[in-house]
């Protein structure tokens, strides 16, 4: 791939990578404020997936959005890495961790046992893709991306192990939403960096 192509790409991927979270937390948010009676305390954010009318259109679109998003910044990553059989193991998972967002969104939580599979395919496949990206960039002596990296998937992970191993979350609408939030740390920062790569390579 040409340098030049290849900064094109960077840019585009970065930018992807920053609006992905904020397209899909945008529309989650326009979601519940359309829709009174849901419950942090009560509901999964997927009830909102079925709520007929605006709010099941806000919800499922703005994961649809947010997955094709994430792919574009995915197709960035493979520039961005190494290489190596890790990485693209780990890209590849995290790959499918977006078509799992794009899935949850097309199979709303009525469409059973496709929406659960995905659901969990999502929250598993995303802080596992974080982990292995985490020893690559580790092999790549790029030591701050790597606990960087790994610090997030530590905390997308946590409120699920609280979840399931202890009563401090009544429904899954909070884990969900924490790891979600902290995912979405990662993408922009990684995507604010390919930004950054790509400005640099157009100085020369």
């Given at each position: 791939?040409?340098?030049?192509k290849q900064?094109?790409?960077?840019?585009?991927?970065?930018i992807?990578g920053i609006?992905?979270?904020?397209?899909?937390?945008s529309?989650?948010f326009l979601?519940?404020?359309s829709?009174?009676?849901?419950?942090w305390?009560l509901?999964?954010?997927?009830?909102?997936?079925?709520?007929?009318?605006?709010t099941?259109?806000?919800?499922?679109y703005?994961?649809?959005?947010?997955g094709?998003?994430?792919l574009v910044?995915?197709?960035g990553l493979?520039g961005?890495?190494?290489?190596?059989k890790?990485?693209r193991?780990?890209?590849f998972?995290?790959i499918?961790?977006?078509?799992?967002?794009?899935?949850?969104?097309?199979?709303?939580?009525?469409?059973?046992p496709i929406?659960?599979i995905?659901?969990v395919?999502f929250f598993?496949?995303?802080?596992?893709?974080l982990?292995?990206?985490?020893?690559?960039?580790?092999?790549?002596?790029?030591f701050?991306m790597?606990?960087?990296?790994?610090?997030?998937?530590?905390i997308a992970?946590?409120?699920?192990?609280?979840?399931?191993?202890s009563?401090?979350f009544?429904?899954?609408?909070?884990?969900?939403?924490i790891?979600?939030?902290?995912v979405?740390l990662?993408?922009?920062?990684?995507?604010?960096?390919?930004?950054h790569v790509?400005?640099?390579v157009?100085?020369?």
């Amino acid at each position: 791939m040409s340098s030049l192509k290849q900064t094109f790409w960077f840019r585009i991927s970065g930018i992807c990578g920053i609006l992905s979270p904020i397209f899909a937390f945008s529309f989650i948010f326009l979601a519940i404020t359309s829709y009174e009676l849901f419950n942090w305390e009560l509901n999964a954010l997927s009830d909102l997936g079925i709520i007929p009318g605006i709010t099941a259109t806000f919800f499922n679109y703005g994961l649809i959005g947010s997955g094709l998003l994430s792919l574009v910044f995915a197709r960035g990553l493979f520039g961005f890495k190494d290489k190596t059989k890790l990485s693209r193991i780990s890209l590849f998972i995290f790959i499918l961790a977006c078509i799992s967002l794009i899935a949850i969104g097309l199979f709303p939580e009525n469409i059973k046992p496709i929406h659960y599979i995905v659901s969990v395919a999502f929250f598993v496949f995303l802080p596992l893709s974080l982990i292995l990206l985490s020893v690559s960039f580790s092999l790549d002596n790029h030591f701050y991306m790597a606990h960087f990296s790994l610090s997030i998937s530590i905390i997308a992970a946590t409120p699920w192990i609280l979840y399931f191993s202890s009563s401090i979350f009544k429904a899954v609408a909070i884990p969900e939403a924490i790891s979600g939030l902290a995912v979405s740390l990662w993408t922009i920062v990684i995507g604010l960096k390919m930004m950054h790569v790509s400005s640099e390579v157009n100085e020369y």
